[in-house]
T-cell receptor, first 111, second 111 residues
Framework: GQQLNQSPQSMFIQEGEDVSMNCTSSSIFNTWLWYKQDPGEGPVLLIALYKAGELTSNGRLTAQFGITRKDSFLNISASIPSDVGIYFCAGQLYNTDKLIFGTGTRLQVFP | ETGVTQSPTHLIKTRGQQVTLRCSSQSGHNTVSWYQQALGQGPQFIFQYYREEENGRGNFPPRFSGLQFPNYSSELNVNALELDDSALYLC??????????FGQGTRLTVV
């Protein structure tokens, strides 16, 4: 099935460090979403972006909707142990609720 | 807590059997989407229901079917189960064309 290109695939960082991950697509999307998924659980919505160039924050998380509408990035500042999990980007076309997900970034945080 | 609940949480079926998974959407949400997530992959769109009608389908065979009820809850039915159908099945609810919120998923194992 179709998946967006997400990088890096995995990250191992120390508590307190900043993290950056990004997502690229060959298609244009009208909405970009970032989700976090813990093992055996459903994805939890972190941030939603609706306009090209939009920069949105949610606590220590900041995400941007790329100008070309084909990419997005997510930054996590001052990481803590509970940030551990798999982060997925997802693109959504206008007038459809279908989400195309990225391949995921697995984040490990060491104390 | 997203308000989206799925049942059962785990299920083991034999190849060739049929299975029904259930989803209660978040209050006020009229759109339900179903996703299949294989181990180590991002979720893949199966189909979506809006006001009790199928409103978009991914690349899944006809033995994957669904229903949406007047209270917007939904069922996913899979006939003639195959080993490759083993996955986490996720339900997401939304108000049409807005961000989707996921349930905790049903882990289906086909043996």
């Amino acid at each position: 099935g179709q998946q967006l290109n997400q990088s890096p695939q995995s990250m191992f960082i120390q508590e307190g460090e900043d993290v950056s991950m990004n997502c690229t697509s060959s298609s244009i999307f009208n909405t970009w979403l970032w989700y976090k998924q813990d093992p055996g659980e459903g994805p939890v919505l972190l941030i939603a972006l609706y306009k090209a160039g939009e920069l949105t924050s949610n606590g220590r998380l900041t995400a941007q909707f790329g100008i070309t509408r084909k990419d997005s990035f997510l930054n996590i500042s001052a990481s803590i142990p509970s940030d551990v999990g798999i982060y997925f980007c997802a693109g959504q076309l206008y007038n459809t609720d279908k989400l195309i997900f990225g391949t995921g970034t697995r984040l490990q945080v060491f104390p | 807590e997203t308000g989206v609940t799925q049942s059962p949480t785990h299920l083991i079926k034999t190849r060739g059997q049929q299975v029904t998974l259930r989803c209660s959407s978040q209050s006020g949400h009229n759109t339900v989407s179903w996703y299949q997530q294989a181990l180590g992959q991002g979720p893949q769109f199966i189909f979506q229901y809006y006001r009790e009608e199928e409103n978009g389908r991914g690349n899944f065979p006809p033995r994957f079917s669904g229903l949406q009820f007047p209270n917007y809850s939904s069922e996913l039915n899979v006939n003639a189960l195959e080993l490759d159908d083993s996955a986490l099945y996720l339900c997401a609810s939304s108000i049409r064309n807005t961000e989707a919120f996921f349930g905790q998923g049903t882990r289906l194992t086909v043996v």
